[in-house]
């Protein structure tokens, strides 16, 4: 059983770097137009009311792990099961978010590269810092999000004070109607990267001075929102909002069309640090997620060779339905989040937050 702990601040900055991740870089949505931004408030807003139910669940069920907590929901043979399903989710997740990474980088830096030269590499680091434990993810998760920060902060004053933007190219607003927004909130905006937020049940038990997270728990939230709004913004800005989304990766392709005199240029590689930073720390969420649950399951002590095993299933995963990158975003856009996000970020969730609260009414 994992005995590790973290603090508040880790596990903030964690859950920032978490919804930023691949998102900022590779996860733009422009279907919404100039309202985007829109969009993406509600989405945020949403964010945090679904992550503040996990932690009342949390709360109610006396700060559970995670397999006692879906025992106390489900049964001890149901739960089981559904501990295995959540491990594999996690793991196919991380698959997905590797694949990005690699994509990104055999797209970007080195063309028609396989995409193992990307992948394989990358996933030694994450393993060697999973065998280091839970508590050098989350310290990771500190240095890195200041100079994420920093580099983001960065980029957007040379991309907004650039000649490249255009601030007409923001307007109008509210010219597209509610339809454009629905499409874009539902499904993928609300389960990626909010919904993804239900892999941190399994590790708020491990938080020090968890009380405290119902007041300071929305920050990260809604600073993954603004940056979010922000670099959609700069985008749109640069590159209009009707061709934004003709390309895999809008934010590389804005930072790429900036220039200074002439000198100042290819600011697009300043993206991939963003993506090696936000993609290191999601996938070694999951990954380490996938970890606790199947010790926790089988109440094992952990093992060097179990980091190796789960590296060998995200690698596996992450060959399935991805021969290229149009396949890779039609599985991630059009199946994952019916399928995958929605019974397992809302409907499951939901049904043991029911069974928790029925057993726990008398102590209200």
């Not at 339809?179 to 609300?190: D, H, S, V």
Request: aromatic share 18%; with cysteine.
């Amino acid at each position: 059983m994992n005995k590790e702990s973290i603090s508040l601040l880790e596990l903030c900055t964690m859950m920032l770097l978490f919804l930023i991740g691949s998102t900022v870089v590779v996860g733009l949505n422009f279907s919404a137009m100039e309202d985007s931004f829109w969009a993406i408030l509600i989405e945020m807003g949403f964010g945090t009311l679904l992550f503040y139910s996990y932690l009342i669940l949390l709360k109610r069920s006396e700060w559970k792990e995670f397999v006692p907590l879906l025992e106390m929901g489900f049964g001890s043979v149901f739960s089981k099961v559904l501990a295995v399903l959540f491990s594999f989710y996690f793991l196919y997740i991380a698959a997905r978010v590797m694949n990005d990474f690699a994509f990104f980088t055999t797209q970007v830096l080195f063309p028609d590269a396989p995409n193992w030269i990307a992948s394989i590499p990358f996933l030694i680091v994450i393993g060697y810092c999973i065998i280091l434990g839970f508590e050098a993810i989350a310290r990771s998760a500190v240095i890195l999000s200041f100079f994420s920060i920093v580099t983001l902060v960065a980029l957007w004053l040379l991309g907004f004070f650039s000649a490249e933007f255009q601030g007409r190219f923001l307007m109008p607003l509210f010219s597209h109607g509610w339809k454009p927004l629905w499409k874009m909130i539902f499904p993928i905006g609300l389960t990626f990267p909010y919904g993804e937020l239900v892999v941190f049940l399994v590790f708020i038990p491990l938080t020090v001075k968890k009380g405290q997270l119902i007041t300071f728990a929305w920050i990260p939230i809604v600073l993954a929102g603004l940056i979010i709004i922000v670099t959609m913004e700069l985008v749109i800005g640069i590159l209009h909002a009707p061709f934004a989304n003709t390309y895999y990766f809008p934010f590389v392709k804005a930072m790429e069309m900036i220039s200074y005199l002439g000198v100042l240029e290819h600011l697009e590689i300043f993206t991939y640090l963003l993506l090696i930073g936000g993609g290191f720390i999601k996938i070694s969420v999951f990954i380490y997620a996938a970890r606790i649950v199947l010790t926790q399951l089988f109440t094992m002590k952990h093992k060097n060779w179990h980091v190796l095993l789960l590296l060998s299933i995200v690698y596996i995963l992450s060959l399935h339905r991805s021969r290229d990158i149009e396949e890779h975003l039609y599985v991630g856009l059009n199946l994952v989040p019916y399928y995958l996000h929605i019974p397992f970020q809302f409907i499951l969730p939901f049904l043991l937050g029911v069974v928790v609260f029925w057993k726990t009414r008398k102590r209200a």
